[in-house]
């Protein structure tokens, strides 16, 4: 699905906005009120029953289409809603969406009508046992008081929902351009597929970073070479435009450029390279949120993010735990930022609670959840959606799931494989695993390419300790590297909550000298294994969690404030990935 740009030949219409909003499922009608799209709809409104609603929402909008938009096809098309929608305009069903974190879209030439229209989307904000991210409804009976359901997520960040992310309509000719694929490699070869809706002659433009054209062909798949072709890499992000035309047999003609960088990735000697390179990891998990939006678009904040990763250093993180914003791709392409892509397939652990704290041993997960099939659905539309992105390097097809338990490597392995098939550039795949999948019980090591392991100890366990916990970091991935000594491995996620401003000379738990000398630990961990091909702290900023004594109006593991504030780890990030790190080697 390509991304809705104005060219010569199709005319985009933003519908953003303020929006007309209720919730549905209660006692009493609700009027309709103010709603913000996109956004979150959690925080826009005071009180806990509006935030923490379990159910359906509507949204509704006029929006005015004109005689020259009928004149051409008409798309409407969402960025995102979380987690199922169901559009109707003018009282008919387009149809519906599941899944939070991708977008859809529909034709809606035949449907619409010249002047006033009305578009409803009914969302559902439910996360059970067939959802990703997985959760769980929960009823519960207190004394004198009616039945109560509450849906608690498997995962430990706030189940914030609505229309997220941006909605438009926008137009293509009759025979129009569906979708392209582009890719090039670090000699100069390029190759091309482009699939269209109709009959006509394709004719392809490669033009360099300064614009000019290096390259004209035709065809709607076909290759190419350009002689010293500029690569994409960290620090010199060239971009290449691939400018496609299709000429239809009914006379019309559609144009669409589509952006892609001249790079190859790979693994040699434990290490993923870039550009035939080693490439060293330096970055963090991080999620959408901030304040007041929730998990809702913000082109602001994903550039004041990439400002605050290259201040400290990072050239790198992971879209933990779902697909971003397709913007943020198209920033990181620009900016050089390395991405591994994440599934929102989280929560796929029977006794994992909302604040991520497990709840005993995982039993019979994979028999509990019945998500195989949209998690299949789910991973095509991502690669479909984020194929071009140089930025992408690696494939995350989970995060934490059972991965110790009978049934997770059938259930992972056609998933990989699913990945690896459609993914032309065979970029690495993983998924990412938790402490209690140990190099002895791990059942999905071997489907790995890159083993990416999320630890805590002296977090969650051999609290304060850090020279033990260091100690038992290192024991445990030497144990993995003996297990698989061919495979890169990285840690995915560590860290520890902080209060900011809390100070002790001892360095006790929650004090930002903790967490400074926790990442120190830990580092010099690294730095002592040439296997280890990435650190990935948690995380890059505060987020909203589920409400739990575990945790302080959210979690507290960011080297920076909800808000971007640093923290005093921060500054110890930053000297050590732009000054230690040359030391040791790993700086790129």
């Known amino acids: 699905m390509l991304y809705p740009a104005m060219t010569t030949s199709r005319m985009t219409f933003d519908l953003n906005g303020v929006w007309d909003f209720k919730l549905l499922g209660t006692e009493a009608e609700n009027p309709w009120i103010p709603m913000p799209v996109p956004s979150s709809y959690n925080d826009i409104y005071v009180g806990r029953a509006f935030a923490d609603y379990v159910g359906d929402m509507l949204y509704r909008r006029d929006f005015t289409v004109t005689p020259q938009m009928l004149t051409q096809r008409l798309w409407l098309r969402f960025g995102s809603v979380t987690h199922k929608a169901q559009v109707w305009v003018n009282e008919v069903c387009l149809g519906t969406h599941e899944g939070g974190f991708l977008p859809f879209q529909f034709e809606i030439t035949a449907l619409a009508r010249a002047g006033k229209n009305e578009l409803r989307v009914l969302v559902n904000?439910?996360?059970?046992?067939?959802?990703?991210?997985?959760?769980?409804?929960?009823?519960?009976?207190?004394?004198?008081?009616?039945?109560?359901?509450?849906?608690?997520?498997?995962?430990?960040?706030?189940?914030?929902?609505?229309?997220m992310r941006p909605v438009c309509l926008y137009t293509t000719p009759v025979s129009y351009i569906e979708d392209i694929t582009v890719h090039g490699d670090m000699e100069g070869t390029f190759f091309w597929k482009v699939k269209t809706a109709g009959e006509g002659a394709v004719a392809v433009t490669l033009l360099d970073p300064e614009g000019r054209e290096v390259f004209a062909g035709a065809g709607e798949a076909g290759s190419g070479q350009v002689a010293a072709v500029r690569l994409w890499e960290p620090g010199s992000p060239?971009?290449?435009?691939?400018?496609?035309?299709?000429?239809?047999?009914?006379?019309?003609?559609?144009?669409y450029e589509e952006v892609f960088g001249f790079r190859t990735v790979g693994i040699r000697d434990c290490h993923l390279q870039l550009n035939g390179k080693p490439i060293?990891?330096?970055?963090?998990?991080?999620?959408?949120?901030?304040?007041?939006?929730?998990?809702?678009?913000?082109?602001?904040?994903?550039?004041?993010?990439?400002?605050l990763l290259k201040w400290i250093g990072a050239n790198s993180f992971r879209t933990s735990h779902y697909p971003y914003c397709e913007e943020m791709?198209?920033?990181?392409?620009?900016?050089?930022?390395?991405?591994?892509?994440?599934?929102?397939?989280?929560?796929?652990?029977?006794?994992?609670?909302?604040?991520?704290?497990?709840?005993?041993?995982?039993?019979?997960?994979?028999?509990?959840?019945?998500?195989?099939?949209?998690?299949?659905?789910?991973?095509?539309?991502?690669?479909?959606?984020?194929?071009?992105?140089?930025?992408?390097?690696?494939?995350?097809?989970?995060?934490?799931?059972?991965?110790?338990?009978?049934?997770?490597?059938?259930?992972?392995?056609?998933?990989?494989?699913?990945?690896?098939?459609?993914?032309?550039?065979?970029?690495?795949?993983t998924l990412v695993t938790y402490e209690g999948s140990s190099p002895e019980s791990c059942k999905v090591a071997e489907l790995c390419d890159v083993l990416i392991l999320n630890r805590y100890r002296g977090w969650y366990d051999t609290e304060g300790n850090l020279s033990g916990a260091a100690a038992l970091l290192k024991d445990e991935l030497e144990r993995f590297h003996r297990r698989?000594?061919?495979?890169?491995?990285?840690?995915?996620?560590?860290?520890?909550?902080?209060?900011?401003?809390?100070?002790?000379?001892?360095?006790?738990?929650?004090?930002?000298?903790?967490?400074?000398a926790f990442l120190k630990a830990y580092g010099e961990v690294f730095d002592a294994l040439d296997y280890i091909t990435g650190e990935h702290v948690w995380n890059f900023a505060d987020f909203a969690t589920a409400e739990n004594i575990k945790r302080v109006n959210g979690n507290k593991k960011g080297v920076f404030t909800?808000?971007?504030n640093p923290k005093m780890a921060a500054h110890f990030l930053r000297n050590r990935w732009n000054r230690d790190a040359v030391a040791s080697g790993k700086c790129n």
Request: charged share 25%; net charge negative.
């Open 125 to 163: 904000n439910i996360v059970d046992h067939t959802t990703l991210p997985a959760g769980r409804l929960v009823t519960q009976q207190f004394p004198g008081k009616k039945e109560e359901v509450h849906n608690l997520p498997n995962f430990d960040f706030y189940n914030y929902s609505g229309i």
């Open 238 to 255: 060239a971009l290449y435009r691939l400018a496609v035309t299709l000429s239809g047999t009914d006379g019309s003609e559609d144009v």
């Open 280 to 307: 060293y990891l330096k970055g963090f998990g991080k999620h959408e949120d901030t304040p007041i939006h929730g998990r809702g678009f913000d082109m602001v904040y994903n550039v004041k993010d990439i400002a």
């Open 329 to 429: 791709m198209q920033l990181c392409d620009r900016e050089g930022i390395l991405i591994i892509d994440e599934a929102p397939a989280v929560g796929l652990h029977s006794n994992f609670s909302a604040t991520g704290m497990l709840g005993g041993t995982a039993t019979g997960t994979w028999e509990l959840l019945k998500t195989a099939e949209h998690h299949r659905q789910v991973l095509r539309e991502m690669v479909a959606r984020d194929k071009n992105h140089p930025c992408v390097i690696l494939w995350s097809v989970a995060n934490e799931p059972a991965s110790e338990e009978e049934g997770a490597k059938e259930y992972f392995a056609p998933l990989i494989e699913l990945v690896k098939e459609l993914d032309e550039q065979n970029r690495p795949v």
């Open 484 to 516: 698989c000594p061919d495979k890169p491995i990285m840690l995915g996620e560590y860290g520890a909550d902080t209060i900011a401003g809390l100070h002790d000379l001892n360095e006790r738990l929650f004090s930002e000298e903790y967490q400074t």
């Open 562 to 564: 909800r808000d971007r």
